[in-house]
């Protein structure tokens, strides 16, 4: 009796199993790689390396995108790997999806064969072909000579429309300077001794919680709020892993400069005086972001991306606007004369990475036509600013506007997945839309951007006579065809001993900058952290990083010519 | 001999399954004897012999996390280990049934949750301001907060404590499946004889779960160098790295994320040989001694 | 019975020890439910007050908006599908499975019952890496495919050898005596000791079924261009992972669209997900809370 049951269950098994994998194999060869006519629009399949939303199957714009383009495009993200284990694994397997964006494994992917070159086809689709000027396509160019993705972002249509200074910055809360009268902040020095005076005048919330004058985040690789300020603080752009001199385009270490020496005295100084944070070292994204949502923390350096999202929703609910503790940046340098650098305006295009079409794609000229089609003005409003009087509105003069009750309806992640569609890992412009008179981005609307900024920003931008955040820090030039050189120290490896040191460089910054800050002498703990920085051999990491500098010099010379 | 062709017959299915899922990908070992490039394939990537095992040995950062992979796997093994058994027989010796249930049920609960979540947690109750120096300050057992994550030498203790907080309830089903397993007549003869709770635990509890005790610690021993990444790496920094990094979070680091397959292949490889080697001397060590082993 | 003795028996290191045992015990409860707790109250609290931290016994924004976030998750049905079916199926299979050779190692008179456990238990310790076994995968056809769930996993030297350790405890007399009654093995191993071994595979069962229950890597890296064979904890992973500020470098956070607090959203994936296992527990505690009696055959 007991065994026809086991047998009976086996079979039912058997049978579930083998239907399951019967319409799987089905549905797989059918949704693969192929870009196939269904109801007249094409489908592709794109699978970009870095984390992001889904959106749904039956999501609105998506249908309109692609009753105008003629193609959708069924977007993968990455998850629970990094993006070279999963192009890693991709290239082992040999299969890929039509479209592919292989962040940080884009090299690997080009080594492996895995692209297709797009130089040949490029000058058949204008919008592609205008998305770039002529240097920007030389530079894209592989050993090979050919040209095998297309970076998305950072290209602004017309004028550039920035409003905020999504960078680096010694970040401040308007109470702070409020409270001061608004003075004039530009030295590392005024800046500390403007966050002492007020933490010894205001040493606690008005709810009676005490102050955080200073943190510092240094949680893995955001570790950059302490380690990379001295080469701002010496006026030099954000070139990431080094300096580059735009004098004498040669590379410098940053970590071994007086300014480097001087800028952790201060913060070693500050952490004597209980300024900075006790748990600075020690304490996790999470926990410092939950630091600054509560509004005690009066500044700190990091990257405006790394904290705006979360925090400002944070302050607004509790109503901590009305108390001044949103950030403005400040333009720090080490000492008075120095120009600071902190803002480049302009468009650096990141080589190192964008959209490619792989050998997998049986239509590459349709995955052209896509992408072509995507950066037509029509499209690229539909992506930022969803459809017309959903969306958005529009007044008698032309303009875009949204609605509050609009503004809430597009953060909802809900409504997000079932009727926006950004396409975001597409080539997309922001600057101006062609009608010269929107921003091609919602928040970079001078209406729009105004109408969401907090009252106590508003307030202290005026006081600086500034209309935006980038206002702030100054606007600068991108300093030269080089920048910024971070997008190749990105691509290194230790397939060569630069690599190795670059990873050597940061491992020792981790574990003894904190060291060095928190030292009962300083002196003797930056001897210290000197003596085994040397170690690493930082000299054949700058070896490596020179060459490309001058490469990418040489390169835009030819282009020019 | 007789009665061996129908087990015989049966191994061969699971020889056969066992070559091909467990022992045919071990053909990527080969990985760990080249300079694998994906684009050149198993067969085609440059032959370079021991080269990446020896870039693992020269490099003192190696040495340093195979010894904190050592120290963090023993000592997660023992603690987990005794905290489990003693667990098990504490809640056998529960009276009532409904309250062995509930406890049991909520004992296990933690397994479900992330690293993530109990760390996050964890790093809560022992920040500056957490509930533990809340404790110590105010039993004057410390003069002011102490920051237990910036001291090398609290973390392997940290981790230990996360480990057995996760983990206790849910390893100590196993030890409560064998302890119902025993004949309750043996408790009921004992009982009679006039036994105690603690002799009826020392002689009757205790050896009837001793084959499934020794199995397992025999499994984990050559477990010790899988000592985990997750855990370290949620709750280290900068400050403790020297002691917090593991096998697996160099190889996540110099390897993997480097693109580097071979020397995440060499890493794993050398960590399959020593706990071959751990198992085979247990293995040995247990025969010896009479105990139940693992073949 | 046991209870009337030991009533008898009561002294006062007896007394002490309830007491202390039962103090243990709820001192023990309230350590482990307490980061349960935590994280159900973070889960019904609003994502971004929690921010703030200093959330511990009771939310202070009630909320339904992060459960609603995760169950508005598309694919959601789909994922639960598969999940359910791969730990049925999964479970059944593996434990037969690994039942069954159990059975064989735990003979007596099998000959090569070291060999062959020297087999599996090396298999417990070598693996060929991501790579080759993706390879190997795709070669037998097992990518987008849902068998994949079930086959390459199906044996565990580990629940092998919980089961042989507990098989190995049943007296040869069992075996024996059905031998002379001219049993073969199949009536020996469903009749005789399969019935014996109720508690351990329950525990098997119940290590299987959370392993298949709680597994994404594998949907992720075999199945993952195929929207119908996706489970339940990949489609949950996939949605943390957009909204995590997980990304590991600088370059693709800048770019990183819709990052919001991912604490309460994986809080609330975490209660769901934990809620049907939970509830799959009282029926396999019948076998480990009461005691169950080898009895009748004396050796």
């Given at each position: 009796?007991?065994?026809?049951q086991f047998?009976a269950l086996?079979?039912v098994?058997a049978?579930?199993?083998?239907?399951?994998?019967?319409c799987s194999m089905g549905?797989?060869?059918?949704?693969?790689n192929?870009a196939?006519?269904?109801?007249?629009?094409?489908?592709?399949?794109?699978?970009?390396a870095?984390?992001?939303?889904?959106?749904?199957?039956d999501n609105?714009?998506?249908?309109?995108?692609a009753?105008?383009t003629?193609?959708?495009?069924k977007?993968?993200?990455?998850?629970?790997?990094?993006?070279?284990?999963?192009?890693?694994?991709l290239?082992?397997g040999?299969e890929?999806?039509d479209f592919?964006?292989?962040?940080?494994?884009?090299?690997?992917?080009?080594?492996?064969?895995a692209?297709?070159a797009?130089?040949?086809?490029?000058?058949?689709?204008?919008?592609?072909?205008?998305?770039?000027t002529?240097?920007e396509?030389?530079?894209?160019?592989?050993?090979?000579?050919?040209?095998?993705?297309?970076p998305?972002?950072n290209?602004?249509?017309?004028k550039?429309?920035?409003?905020?200074?999504?960078?680096?910055?010694?970040?401040?809360?308007?109470?702070?300077?409020?409270?001061?009268g608004?003075?004039?902040?530009?030295?590392?020095?005024?800046?500390?001794?403007?966050i002492?005076?007020?933490?010894?005048?205001n040493?606690?919330?008005?709810?009676?919680?005490?102050?955080?004058p200073y943190t510092?985040?240094c949680?893995?690789?955001?570790?950059?709020?302490l380690?990379?300020?001295p080469?701002?603080?010496?006026?030099?752009?954000?070139?990431?892993?080094c300096i580059?001199?735009?004098?004498?385009k040669?590379?410098i270490?940053?970590?071994?400069?007086?300014?480097?020496?001087v800028?952790?005295n201060?913060l070693?100084?500050?952490?004597?005086?209980?300024?900075?944070?006790?748990?600075s070292?020690?304490?996790?994204y999470?926990?410092?972001i939950a630091?600054l949502s509560t509004?005690?923390?009066?500044?700190?350096?990091?990257q405006w991306?790394?904290f705006?999202n979360?925090?400002?929703?944070?302050?607004k609910?509790?109503?901590?606007e009305d108390?001044?503790c949103?950030?403005v940046?400040?333009?720090?340098?080490?000492?008075e004369?120095?120009?600071?650098?902190w803002?480049?305006?302009?468009?650096t295009?990141?080589?190192?990475?964008?959209i490619?079409?792989?050998?997998?794609?049986?239509?590459?000229?349709g995955?052209?036509k896509?992408?072509?089609d995507?950066?037509?003005?029509?499209?690229?409003?539909l992506r930022?600013?969803?459809?017309?009087?959903?969306?958005?509105?529009?007044?008698?003069?032309?303009?875009?506007y949204?609605?509050?009750?609009?503004?809430?309806?597009?953060?909802?992640?809900?409504y997000?997945?079932?009727?926006?569609?950004?396409?975001?890992?597409?080539?997309?412009y922001?600057?101006?839309?062609?009608?010269?008179?929107?921003?091609?981005k919602?928040?970079?609307?001078p209406?729009?951007?105004?109408?969401?900024?907090p009252?106590?920003?508003q307030?202290c931008l005026?006081?600086y006579?500034?209309?935006?955040?980038i206002d702030?820090?100054?606007?600068?030039?991108?300093?030269?065809p080089?920048?910024?050189?971070?997008?190749f120290?990105?691509?290194?490896?230790?397939?060569?001993p630069?690599?190795?040191?670059?990873?050597?460089m940061r491992?020792?910054?981790?574990?003894?900058?904190p060291?060095?800050v928190?030292a009962p002498?300083?002196?003797e703990?930056?001897?210290?952290y000197?003596?085994?920085?040397?170690?690493?051999?930082p000299?054949?990491f700058?070896?490596?990083?020179?060459?490309?500098?001058?490469?990418?010099?040489?390169?835009?010379e030819k282009?020019?010519q | 001999?007789?009665?061996?062709k129908?087990?015989?017959l049966w191994?061969?299915?699971y020889?056969?399954y066992?070559f091909?899922f467990?022992?045919?990908?071990?053909?990527g070992w080969?990985?760990a004897f080249?300079?694998?490039?994906?684009?050149?394939?198993?067969f085609h990537s440059?032959f370079?012999g021991l080269g990446?095992f020896?870039?693992?040995?020269?490099?003192?950062g190696?040495l340093?996390?195979?010894r904190?992979?050592?120290?963090m796997?023993?000592?997660n093994?023992?603690?987990?280990?005794v905290a489990?058994?003693?667990?098990?027989i504490?809640?056998?010796?529960?009276?009532s049934?409904?309250?062995?249930?509930?406890?049991q049920t909520i004992s296990?609960l933690?397994h479900?949750?992330s690293?993530i979540?109990?760390?996050g947690i964890?790093?809560d109750?022992?920040s500056?301001?957490?509930?533990?120096?809340d404790?110590l300050?105010?039993?004057?057992?410390?003069?002011e907060?102490?920051?237990?994550?910036?001291h090398?030498?609290y973390?392997?203790?940290i981790?230990?404590?996360?480990?057995?907080?996760?983990?206790t309830?849910?390893?100590?089903?196993i030890?409560?499946?064998?302890?119902v397993?025993?004949?309750?007549?043996?408790?009921?003869?004992?009982?009679?004889d006039?036994?105690g709770?603690w002799?009826?635990?020392?002689?009757?509890t205790?050896?009837?779960?001793?084959p499934?005790?020794?199995?397992l610690?025999l499994?984990?021993?050559g477990?010790?160098l899988?000592?985990?990444?997750?855990?370290?790496?949620?709750?280290?920094?900068?400050?403790?790295?020297?002691?917090?990094?593991?096998?697996?979070?160099?190889?996540?680091?110099?390897?993997?994320?480097?693109?580097?397959?071979?020397?995440?292949?060499?890493?794993?490889?050398?960590?399959?040989?020593?706990?071959?080697?751990?198992?085979?001397?247990?293995n040995g060590m247990?025969?010896?001694?009479?105990?139940?082993?693992?073949? | 019975?046991?209870?009337?003795?030991?009533r008898?028996k009561?002294?006062?290191g007896?007394?002490?020890?309830?007491?202390l045992?039962g103090?243990?015990?709820?001192?023990f409860?309230i350590?482990?439910?307490y980061p349960?707790w935590n994280?159900?109250?973070?889960?019904?609290?609003?994502?971004?007050?929690?921010l703030?931290?200093g959330?511990?016994l009771?939310?202070?924004m009630?909320?339904?908006k992060n459960?609603?976030?995760?169950?508005?998750?598309?694919?959601?049905?789909v994922?639960?599908?598969?999940?359910?079916?791969?730990?049925?199926?999964?479970t059944?299979?593996?434990l037969g499975?690994?039942a069954?050779?159990a059975?064989?190692?735990?003979?007596?008179r099998?000959?090569?019952?070291?060999?062959?456990?020297l087999f599996?238990?090396?298999?417990?310790?070598?693996?060929?890496?991501?790579?080759?076994?993706?390879?190997?995968?795709?070669g037998?056809g097992?990518?987008?495919?849902?068998?994949?769930y079930?086959i390459?996993?199906?044996?565990?030297?580990?629940y092998?050898?919980v089961?042989?350790?507990?098989?190995?405890?049943?007296?040869?007399?069992?075996e024996?005596?059905?031998?002379?009654?001219?049993?073969?093995?199949?009536?020996?191993?469903t009749k005789?000791?399969?019935?014996?071994?109720?508690?351990?595979?329950?525990?098997?069962?119940l290590?299987?079924?959370?392993?298949?229950?709680?597994s994404?890597?594998d949907?992720m890296?075999?199945?993952?261009m195929?929207?119908n064979?996706?489970?339940l904890?990949y489609?949950?992973?996939?949605?943390?992972?957009s909204?995590?500020?997980?990304s590991?470098?600088?370059e693709?956070m800048?770019?990183?669209?819709g990052t919001?607090t991912p604490?309460?959203v994986?809080a609330?994936a975490?209660i769901?997900?934990?809620l049907?296992?939970v509830?799959?527990?009282?029926?396999?505690?019948r076998?480990?809370?009461t005691?169950?009696?080898?009895g009748g055959?004396?050796e």
């Open positions: 009796m007991k065994r026809k047998t086996l079979l098994g049978v579930i199993m083998s239907t399951l994998s019967g549905a797989s060869s059918k949704g693969k192929a196939k006519n269904d109801g007249g629009i094409k489908e592709f399949t794109y699978f970009v870095v984390p992001g939303n889904e959106i749904n199957d609105e714009i998506q249908q309109k995108i009753e105008i003629g193609a959708k495009v977007e993968t993200w990455l998850t629970g790997q990094t993006a070279k284990e999963a192009v890693g694994t290239i082992a040999g890929y999806p592919i964006c292989g962040s940080e494994g884009s090299s690997q992917l080009y080594e492996a064969g692209l297709v797009l130089d040949d086809y490029i000058d058949k689709y204008p919008n592609i072909k205008n998305f770039f002529k240097t396509w030389e530079s894209l160019r592989q050993a090979d000579g050919h040209i095998y993705w297309i998305q972002f290209n602004s249509y017309g550039e429309m920035e409003t905020t200074h999504n960078d680096e910055a010694f970040w401040i809360q308007t109470r702070v300077l409020k409270w001061a608004y003075p004039k902040v530009t030295t590392m020095d005024q800046y500390f001794d403007l002492e005076r007020y933490q010894e005048a040493p606690t919330m008005p709810n009676g919680t005490k102050n955080i510092i985040l949680d893995d690789w955001r570790y950059f709020c380690e990379n300020a080469l701002f603080l010496d006026g030099y752009a954000n070139d990431g892993s580059v001199d735009p004098e004498t040669k590379v270490d940053y970590n071994t400069t007086p300014t480097a020496k800028y952790f201060k070693n100084q500050e952490f004597k005086k209980g300024i900075v944070d006790p748990e070292f020690t304490q996790k999470d926990e410092y630091k509004g005690r923390v009066l500044g700190m350096i990091d991306w790394d705006y979360t925090v400002n929703d944070a302050l609910q509790q109503g901590l108390l001044g949103n950030y940046p400040l333009p720090i340098t080490i000492k004369g120095v120009q600071s650098r803002h480049t305006s302009g468009d295009v990141n080589v190192g990475s964008g490619s079409i792989t050998k997998d794609c049986k239509d590459v000229e995955a052209l896509f992408i072509n995507l950066l037509s003005q029509e499209v690229i409003n930022n600013w969803g459809i017309k009087d959903v969306d958005y509105m529009v007044d008698k003069d032309g303009l875009f949204r609605t509050p009750e609009i503004r809430m309806q597009v953060t909802n992640t809900g997000k997945a079932s009727h926006m569609c950004t396409y975001s890992y597409f080539p997309i922001s600057g101006m839309s062609q009608d010269n008179l929107n921003a091609n919602p928040e970079q609307q209406n729009e951007f105004l109408s969401s900024l009252k106590n920003v307030e005026e006081a006579n500034s209309k935006n955040y702030m820090v100054g606007r600068n030039e991108i300093p030269g080089w920048y910024p050189i971070y997008t120290v990105g691509t290194m490896t230790t397939a060569t630069g690599g190795t040191t670059w990873i050597k491992e020792i910054k981790q574990e003894y900058l060291k060095v928190m002498d300083f002196e703990g930056w001897k210290e000197m003596k085994v920085y040397e170690t690493c051999n000299k054949a700058l070896d490596e990083v020179q060459p490309e500098v001058d490469r990418r010099i040489e390169l835009s282009a020019a | 001999m007789k009665r061996q129908v087990l015989l191994s061969l299915v020889v056969i066992g091909i467990c022992y045919l990908p071990l053909a080969l990985m080249e300079n694998y490039k994906p684009k050149d394939g198993f440059q370079i990446k020896k870039q693992l040995f020269v490099d003192d190696f340093r996390v195979i904190n992979t050592l120290a796997g023993v000592i093994l023992v603690v987990t280990f489990a058994i003693v667990f098990a504490l809640l056998n010796e529960l009276k049934q409904g309250g062995k249930k509930v406890v296990y933690p479900f949750l690293w979540i109990v760390t964890l790093h109750a022992l500056g301001t957490g509930i533990v120096n404790l300050l105010r039993f004057h057992l410390l003069k907060p102490l920051n237990f994550f910036a090398p030498k973390f392997w203790g981790v230990a404590f996360a480990n057995v907080w996760k983990e309830g849910w390893n100590a089903i030890y409560l499946a064998a302890i397993a025993i004949d309750t007549n043996l408790y009921e003869a004992a009982a009679i006039g036994a709770r002799a009826r635990i020392r002689y009757i205790l050896p009837g779960i001793k499934t005790i020794i199995i610690l499994m984990n021993a477990n010790v899988n000592a985990g990444f997750e855990v370290q790496y949620l709750l280290g920094n900068g400050l403790v790295q020297s002691v917090s990094q593991t096998i697996d979070i160099y190889v996540l680091k110099w390897g993997i994320s480097q693109g580097d397959y071979s020397l995440g292949t060499a890493a794993g490889v050398f960590k399959s040989v020593v706990s071959i080697v751990i198992i085979l001397i247990a247990a025969k010896r001694a009479g105990e139940e082993r693992l073949f | 019975m046991k209870r009337a003795t030991t008898k009561t002294s006062v007896e007394k002490v020890f309830v007491f045992n103090f243990f015990m709820i001192l409860v350590i482990t439910l349960v994280t159900l109250v973070i889960s019904l609290n609003n994502g971004t007050d929690s703030r931290g959330l511990y009771w939310p202070r009630w909320t339904l459960f609603n976030t995760v169950l508005h998750k598309k694919n959601l049905l994922g639960a599908y598969v999940t359910v079916a791969r730990t049925i199926i999964g059944l299979m593996a499975a690994n069954i050779l059975y064989i190692v735990s003979r007596k099998f000959l090569f019952k070291r060999q062959l456990s599996w238990v090396i298999t417990m310790y070598v693996n060929g890496g991501l790579i080759p076994t993706f390879l190997l995968f795709k037998l097992l990518t987008n495919n849902f068998l994949v079930i390459p996993g199906m044996i565990s030297a580990f092998m050898l089961i042989r350790t507990f098989m190995v405890g049943i007296p040869d007399s069992f024996e005596s059905a031998q002379l009654d001219g049993a073969g093995d199949v009536v020996i191993f005789i000791i399969s019935p014996l071994c109720k508690p351990v595979y329950a525990t098997v069962a290590f299987c079924a959370v392993g298949h229950w709680n994404w890597f949907a890296l075999y199945n993952r195929n929207s064979l996706t489970t904890q489609e949950l992973m996939k949605l943390l992972s909204v995590t500020n997980q590991t470098s600088v693709s800048k770019n990183a669209v919001v604490t309460s994986r609330a975490t769901l997900t934990m049907p296992i509830c799959l527990y009282p029926f396999l505690q076998y480990f809370v005691g169950l009696t080898i055959v004396k």
